[in-house]
Structure formats: structure tokens, C-alpha cells
Nanobody
Framework: QVQLVESGGGLVQPGGSLRLSCAAS????????MGWGRQAPGKERELVAS???????NYREFAKGRFTISRDNAKNTVYLQINSLEPEDTAVYYC???????????????WGQGTLVTVSS
């Protein structure tokens, strides 16, 4: 079994910063690309950013400039630094990872349970 556990969410004032973390654990042979998505109240989930095993990153247009994704392969952990937070960033943030559980398996996408980020004064 594979688990992705996010942490670092909370209530923050506009203009503040947060660093979200997501650690993968369990029966893992290899992890491919990792990333973050978010779902704001009343909206569909959207992708935010992704990072491959070599550190190459991709950001949605809205995430460029204020969001920074990084990973620590030794810790099976992906991070999302968010600066200059805006009320519109209020959402549940989910991490995802492509995980191979055994040699010869294909990569399957796994998602965490999410961490709530609330931006409000």
C-alpha cells in the first residue's frame, strides 16, 4: 500500500507564505513525477505544478512566479512553496505522485488526502 501525506496547510494572511510538504511512504519501488493540485470551494480540482525525477518543473500559468515546487528524492517528499498568498489561493492542496510498487510494474498515479490552505485577514 502507498500513502501520500500532506502537511503545512493552515490559515495565513494575504501576502504571507506557506510551505507545503508531501511524503510518500509504503510499498514503493520507484517514484516518477510528483506534483500538486488544488481544489477551491465550489470549483473543480486543477493542477498547480509538477516536477520530474531530474528536477525539471512545470507550472500552470497562474502558478508562475509565486509558487515553487521542489523535491527530495532521498525522502520521497515533494514541497510547494507559495509566496504572496492571495485569498484566491484558498483551497485544499493535494499532492500526487507516479509510483511503481514493484520492478516491472507500470507507474500508477496516487493522490494524497489534501491539506487546507485558507488565506484570509
Amino acid at each position: 500500500q502507498v500513502q501520500l501525506v500532506e502537511s503545512g496547510g493552515g490559515l495565513v494572511q494575504p501576502g504571507g507564505s506557506l510551505r507545503l510538504s508531501c511524503a510518500a511512504s509504503g510499498s514503493i519501488f520507484s517514484i516518477g513525477a510528483m506534483g500538486w493540485g488544488r481544489q477551491a470551494p465550489g470549483k473543480e480540482r486543477e493542477l498547480v505544478a509538477s516536477i520530474d525525477t531530474g528536477g525539471s518543473t512545470n507550472y500552470r500559468e497562474f502558478a508562475k512566479g509565486r509558487f515553487t515546487i521542489s523535491r527530495d528524492n532521498a525522502k520521497n517528499t515533494v514541497y510547494l512553496q507559495i509566496n504572496s498568498l492571495e485569498p484566491e489561493d484558498t483551497a485544499v492542496y493535494y499532492c500526487h505522485a507516479a509510483i511503481k510498487r514493484r520492478w516491472g510494474d507500470r507507474y500508477l498515479e496516487h493522490w494524497g488526502q489534501g491539506t487546507l490552505v485558507t488565506v484570509s485577514s
